[in-house]
């Protein structure tokens, strides 16, 4: 058995538990932000697969509006700016919509680091992914692939980067990717709102 699967769940559950001890009044400023903003829930929850496909309801603070179709990721969406709202731009810009998944990570449903949890309809990307055994550990708050394309990237080479991520997961390989998704995030690198050519074959 290998030593750091079982450290790596040791540092997610005491890095979310000091984030959502740290994050709490700014947690409570984006809900209540949200909620003069428009109607519906502060937490926008979506089914997707987990750790060896099982699966799981990720949480993100809600950025568009109660109206919008489900079980479609917005780079699939004919207009998806007329879905946003406007706390949702700032939020989705700056990636703070994605903080309410520290609570999937303290409850063990996701890691810090590893392959983005995919929809629970996006075939394409699971097949592909099980080729590499990037269904077998828990997906992250971030990944390999989000650092290297992110949206742009065809569900081929998305899968690919998972599968990599899998061989070479390590904590320093951890740091590596949590430090360079701060500077995408900071860069706003990878990230498209609208239809794209990749992921027309993820729903049936």
């Not at 079980?71 to 989705?92: A, Q």
């Not at 929809?119 to 099980?130: A, H, S």
């Not at 991520?165 to 320093?172: A, E, P, T």
Request: aromatic residues 10%.
């Amino acid at each position: 058995m290998k030593i750091y699967p079982v450290a790596k769940r040791f540092f997610d559950f005491t890095l979310s538990l000091l984030g959502i001890i740290i994050l709490l009044p700014l947690f409570l400023i984006i809900a209540m932000l949200i909620k003069f903003d428009s109607k519906g829930p502060v937490l926008f929850k979506q089914k997707r697969i987990g750790k060896n496909k099982t699966y799981f309801y990720i949480l993100k603070f809600r950025t568009m509006r109660i109206d919008t179709p489900k079980d479609t990721p917005t780079h699939l969406l004919e207009s998806p700016n007329k879905f946003i709202t406007r706390i949702g731009k700032v939020l989705r810009k700056t990636s703070l919509d994605e903080l309410p998944q520290i609570i999937n990570i303290l409850k063990g449903e996701m890691s810090i680091v590893g392959p983005r949890p995919a929809l629970w309809n996006q075939y394409d990307l699971i097949k592909e992914r099980d080729h590499y055994g990037a269904n077998q550990i828990s997906p992250g708050l971030t990944g390999w692939a989000q650092i290297n394309g992110r949206d742009e990237l065809p569900i081929e080479v998305k899968a690919q980067y998972d599968g990599e991520y899998v061989q070479r997961m390590s904590l320093f390989f951890d740091m590596v990717v949590m430090v360079k998704t701060i500077v995408n995030v900071i860069k706003r690198e990878g990230v498209r709102e609208g239809t794209t050519r990749q992921g027309t074959k993820e729903f049936p």
